[in-house]
């Protein structure tokens, strides 16, 4: 990044130390240094509107607002509550009382009270919400819903575009609260994988509408710096972790293949909780690299930009390490038409071809493209200018920091299938069974999940359901427990496909039971029984019990797959509450919902 001196207000010594310092700032720094310099008139800052200007200019009525914001989010993994909380410290340090609140902990009917309003928000699935904004939104969709005629408002939303309804949980509440009477005071600004950069530039942009809202009386940036005790490691500057340990986990003859992952911390400042998530930038196959650069015949050597800080790469290092290589998505393949001759793939893209772009895209990647349609762009630049950045991986932590200092562990399944008469390979997972050595060092970073962790006191009863890799975060949860001497009853449910082969950490499940750091443990190994049989089986057999539990205050854990599994145990939850508790199914639903209220019912589910 080179300074320009010319007409600046710089001398030409504070130039060379700017231009010394500049590319040497993470990303964080660069927006925390921002925040520290901004003035008190609103920044112009890009977004993704999803209303004219004329809509969302909060200072059209000339009538100046409450400096008081509130801030919701709902959130799965972490990321949405992470941003929602930057944003808090942010706008206080300049100058306005913020309250930050998950939308599950928040009462809709104090929302006609509200002036203020920014939602941060992933989507789940399908176009779900997550968990803790289910509530409010279903109330935000009803009847109930009051009118927001004094509401100013702006949305972040989190999404991956390599999903049908890219993040439509945000679209929803945006559009919905537009409706109710709201004004926005910045548009919604929609986040791919990649989301640093454009959420920086949204609370940029809201604090500008704040501002104008003011009279452009709003503070300067005065308090986003680090906290003591604060790492200096993040998801913009991830810590190079030493592999210690890399094993699989699986017996001779399974036919799945499990590595428990021991990465050092050691010197990383990095701390963690039971429950949290780790995030690994991994690097793509480079076999794979190497067919793609075979096709696309462009110099491996020639020097590409990768972002727009202006950090260049060889173009091989780059299709390595920088970009997603291994998904295509609808964005891509549209973009890429622009830049191609191809009649095909121009066809393919156009309107009214939905399901034959949506079948196209499953199972296949950028070197299935390249051969079907060919080349694009005139440069390895222009090539590399459409793909998306290569996001992180998030696993969740499957070790206790109190029981191993200095360490985290990871349960990571290795991903190999056929389609399209290619074998594929999870990029992360296989980079793990297949390449990293002990002694190599990985770029990792912790991500907080408030939404997934043990009780608060530690004799609540807790029952945990985690099938296959699931278990991960339940090992950890015992680990905790062990060490902290929690007196609460504790139940696992565990389940894969052979008890031989693949019964995960089974002699440390066994040892936690002898010594009665867990009380009790059932297994489903569906692949032993000539009737294929689940956790949810398991589960449902023991109802009675189970749903006594419930009735002392049992919190419920679900960690592993959405689509099925999750929920699968779900239903198998409400059909226990209905039989036992004597209920209708709408009662067992209420029952849920409460628990949910309480954070007895959380999931870590992917």
């Keep these: 990044m080179q300074l320009q001196v010319v007409n600046s207000p710089f001398n030409q010594e504070q130039a060379e130390l700017l231009n010394r310092l500049l590319p040497t700032l993470t990303e964080s720094q660069k927006f925390w240094l921002s925040g520290y310099l901004a003035a008190s008139q609103p920044v112009s800052v890009p977004g993704t509107p999803s209303a004219p200007a004329s809509e969302f200019s909060a200072g059209s009525t000339g009538q100046k607002i409450s400096k008081e914001v509130t801030i919701l989010y709902g959130s799965q993994s972490g990321n949405a509550q992470g941003l929602a909380a930057k944003a808090g410290k942010t706008l206080e340090g300049r100058g306005f009382q913020v309250t930050v609140s998950s939308m599950s902990d928040f009462k809709p009917n104090n929302l006609k009270k509200v002036q203020n309003l920014l939602i941060v928000v992933s989507t789940h699935g399908e176009g779900e919400p997550p968990d803790n904004a289910l509530s409010f939104h279903e109330f935000l969709h009803g009847k109930r819903a009051p009118k927001l005629d004094d509401l100013r408002f702006s949305v972040l939303s989190l999404g991956d575009s390599s999903y049908e309804f890219f993040c439509q949980t945000g679209k929803e509440f945006d559009q919905r609260l537009a409706e109710l009477g709201g004004t926005r005071l910045y548009p919604r600004v929609d986040c791919d994988l990649d989301y640093d950069e454009p ?75 039971p429950g949290d998530s780790l995030g690994i930038y991994p690097e793509n196959d480079p076999v794979l690299v190497d067919m793609l650069l075979k096709e696309i015949k462009w110099n491996p050597e020639e020097m590409v930009t990768v972002n727009k800080q202006g950090d260049v790469y060889p173009l091989k290092e780059a299709l390595t390490s920088q970009f997603e290589i291994t998904g295509l998505t609808k964005a891509l393949l549209k973009q890429v038409a622009q830049l191609s001759a191809n009649e095909d793939l121009q066809g393919l893209v156009s309107p009214g071809n939905e399901e034959q772009l949506k079948a196209y895209i499953e199972g296949r990647d950028l070197l299935d493209l390249v051969r079907d349609f060919g080349s694009w762009g005139e440069s390895a630049q222009e090539f590399v200018s459409v793909l998306r950045k290569m996001p992180p991986r998030l696993y969740s932590i499957a070790s206790s920091l109190s029981a191993n200092p200095d360490e985290v562990h990871l349960t990571i399944g290795a991903v190999r299938y056929d389609a399209h008469g290619r074998e594929r390979k999870g990029v992360c997972s296989i980079l793990c069974a297949e390449r990293l050595q002990s002694g190599d060092t990985l770029p990792i970073f912790i991500q907080p999940n408030k939404n997934f962790k043990l009780p608060e006191k530690p004799e609540t009863p807790i029952i945990m359901v985690g099938p296959g890799t699931g278990v991960a975060p339940f090992r950890s949860f015992m680990q905790e427990r062990e060490e902290t001497g929690a007196e609460g009853k504790s139940w696992m449910f565990f389940g894969d496909q052979h008890f031989v082969t693949d019964f995960l950490y089974q002699t440390e499940w066994q040892k936690w039971v002898k010594d009665g750091v867990l009380t009790k443990m059932d297994v489903a190994f569906s692949r032993d029984t000539d009737e294929k049989v689940y956790v949810q089986h398991r589960m449902l057999e023991h109802g009675k019990e189970l749903f006594e539990w419930l009735q002392e205050g049992a919190a419920v854990y679900i960690c592993g797959d959405k689509k099925n599994m999750a929920s699968d145990v779900h239903n198998a939850l409400l059909e226990i509450i209905e039989k036992e508790g004597g209920m209708s199914r709408e009662q067992a639903e209420a029952y849920i919902a409460d628990m949910k209220q309480q954070k007895r019912y959380q999931r870590d589910v992917y």
Excluded at 207 to 224: I, N, T
Excluded at 264 to 272: A, M, R, V
């Design 199 to 273: 959420a920086a530039q949204w609370l940029e942009g809201v604090f500008g509408g704040l501002s104008e809202a003011q009279g452009g009386s709003a503070a300067p940036a005065l308090a986003a710096a680090p906290q003591a005790g604060e790492s200096a490691y993040s998801r913009t500057n991830p810590f190079k972790a030493e592999v210690l340990e890399n094993l699989n986990l699986n017996g001779r003859g399974s036919n799945k293949e499990t590595r428990h992952l021991e990465l050092s911390l050691e010197g990383s400042g990095l701390t963690f909780e």
